[in-house]
């Protein structure tokens, strides 16, 4: 039991979750983000912090699907203490993507429709945690999902604006594969979806190639991953006398800063978008 005059503590990974949380809970408990913006979860390394404010929480969320990496064990284990739960779970694994990995693509918040079934998964799991405020959340999270339902219509009209043949979106990490399936564009990564895995030479010659072949207007920077591989594709295309434009940061695995619009999770999707939508078209 917790005490009354204690706040109900819910700690998550990234920013991205911690949003989502947020949104269902508004001030009735404390949500703690440990990843802040720019933070790699797939490189994360736990700190002395993290640790004690793990044993604080009365309730854990994670992604899952290894996304969180080395992090993974210790919410496992802080996870036989208290309620912790892989969001990930929540999606039938049908809707899930493979990349010829036997674990699947964890990014799956650029599909909104499946983070629409992630925002479900917390909210009634918070809502049995809760049973006093139930109804409060389950409120909460009705209005968060018809915002969310409006995000899925925008971005597709966006998305579809880009014509056909130039809707192709490179960026240094495999984080868009569900964005891509979602929202009908061709999706290239260097890195595969871990940024852990280094880009070799091969790939590099393999996208510089699409892009001249293609044509294809602008490659894309991640917010909370190395330029460097990005840097090397521009190079060759260089070499070869072709121009090739940087379409801008987009956020992959990390919001933006908080009080900024993409330092929510509707902005971020919004803002990468609008990014894409002008450079591509
Ligand atoms: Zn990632």
């Not at 900024?260 to 450079?279: F, H, P, S, W």
Request: hydrophobic share 40%; net charge neutral.
């Amino acid at each position: 039991m917790i005490p009354t005059n204690e706040k109900f503590v819910i700690l998550t990974t990234t920013g991205i979750l911690g949003d989502a949380i947020k949104n269902i809970v508004k001030e009735d408990a404390q949500v703690v983000v440990l990843m802040g913006p720019g933070t790699d979860p797939h490189t994360y390394q736990t700190t002395q912090k993290d640790v004690q404010q793990l044993r604080h929480a009365h309730m854990i969320f994670y992604h899952g699907l290894d996304l969180e990496g080395k992090m993974t064990d210790i919410l496992q284990r802080m996870g036989q203490e208290r309620k912790a739960y892989a969001v990930s779970d929540a999606l039938d694994k049908t809707a899930l993507l493979y990349e010829g990995t036997i674990v699947a693509d964890p990014h799956v918040w650029f599909d909104v429709k499946l983070w629409k079934q992630v925002v479900g998964f917390i909210s009634q799991k918070l809502q049995e945690a809760r049973p006093e405020s139930a109804a409060y959340y389950q409120n909460n999270t009705l209005a968060y999902m018809e915002e969310l339902a409006h995000l899925h219509e925008l971005i597709t009209i966006q998305i579809n604006s880009i014509p056909k043949l130039q809707r192709v979106l490179i960026t240094a990490h495999d984080a868009f594969g569900y964005f891509g399936k979602a929202y009908n564009i061709e999706v290239v990564g260097l890195q595969g979806v871990s940024s852990v895995a280094e880009c070799g030479l091969k790939d590099i010659n393999r996208i510089a190639a699409l892009i001249r072949e293609r044509n294809i207007k602008a490659v894309f920077f991640e917010t909370s991953v190395s330029n460097r591989s990005i840097r090397v594709v521009l190079e060759n295309c260089a070499h070869y006398g072709h121009k090739v434009a940087v379409g801008g940061y987009l956020y992959s695995d990390a919001l933006g800063a908080p009080g900024t619009l993409e330092g929510t999770y509707c902005g971020m999707i919004k803002a990468n978008a609008t990014t894409i939508v002008n450079a591509l078209k």
